[in-house]
């Protein structure tokens, strides 16, 4: 029997991810700070047939004390890990000279240290089953878009951290993958919008900036589509580095890799104007 574990495992694309891994027969071991927000992946796992292969634990992955408890109880039942799915993080949206340093520290604390810690406590787990590591990062990793500079610094740093991952660890057989998701419907973007004070006056720029992140939160996609992709990534032998999904992020991706920034930049700054 194969054993993933999830973290922020209890909404979005961690407790779809949970579900659709469980459906495969995977025991997953699904991780979220606090374990009294189990209960609707638990009911849903229920309803499905698939309780059994689900274990929530609690763990913050801003916590060492968390990680390494998880660890040892992981240890108790299993000698390996297949894949670590490192899902958990938030948005912290905001314009850069009114963000505060708590904030940034936060964002950094949990999007790229808690990724740091969990795969480093996880990794002996994962070189004795030969596993896969997969990343959700963003197309903030791609293209740092205005208005979420701590967002897009986290998840730069999870593109740099993965690639170094990923040459250090190949040819053991443990695979990094980072997926790249453009706006989906889950309740990250919903958060983030609310970290920004709305009722404040604000430049013709910002105030465009603002309705276009709205914009894109109300015509996000179906977050179903990252299960399926992960579920995908888990099942290939050795699956590719880099996975841009969504509207409009391969095109992202491509342009970012081939275009000139001046380019970039006229046609960012034109739609925000």
């Known amino acids: 029997m194969k054993v993933a574990l999830v973290t922020g495992a209890n909404s979005g694309f961690g407790k779809l991810t949970t579900l659709q891994l469980a459906k495969n027969g995977y025991t997953i071991f699904a991780t979220m700070r606090n374990l009294s927000n ?3 992946l638990i009911a849903e796992a229920k309803q499905l047939g698939i309780d059994k292969y689900i274990c929530p634990v609690k763990m913050d992955v801003t916590c060492l004390d968390d990680i390494e408890k998880v660890y040892k109880y992981m240890r108790s039942h299993s000698d390996k890990l297949d894949v670590l799915i490192n899902n958990a993080g938030f948005c912290q949206a905001g314009f850069f000279e ?25 990794l002996p787990l994962l070189k004795r089953a030969k596993g896969k590591v997969i990343n959700i990062s963003s197309v903030n990793g791609i293209l740092g878009y205005p208005g979420m500079s701590p967002y897009a610094t986290s998840k730069f740093a999870i593109e740099g951290l993965s690639e170094s991952l990923r040459l250090e660890l190949v ?6 993958s980072v997926i790249e ?17 709305l009722e404040k006056k604000r430049s013709p720029f910002q105030t465009n900036l603002i309705d276009e992140a709205v914009k894109s939160k109300n015509n996000s996609g179906d977050p179903m589509e990252i299960a399926l992709l992960i579920e995908k990534i888990c099942k290939t032998k050795k699956p590719r580095f880099r996975y841009p999904v969504g509207k409009g992020a391969k095109r992202l991706a491509m342009a970012k890799r081939f275009l000139p920034w001046s380019f970039i930049e006229k046609i960012a700054l034109a739609k925000l104007k």
């Open 171 to 176: 040819l053991e057989g443990v695979f990094v």
């Open 181 to 197: 998701p453009a706006a989906y419907q889950t309740n990250i973007w919903t958060k983030s919008l609310e970290r920004i004070d």
């Open 38 to 40: 189990k209960e609707n």
């Open 98 to 122: 009114e963000l505060s340093k708590e904030e940034w520290e936060e964002q950094i604390a949990t999007n790229v240290f808690g990724v740091i810690h969990v795969t480093k406590k996880m």
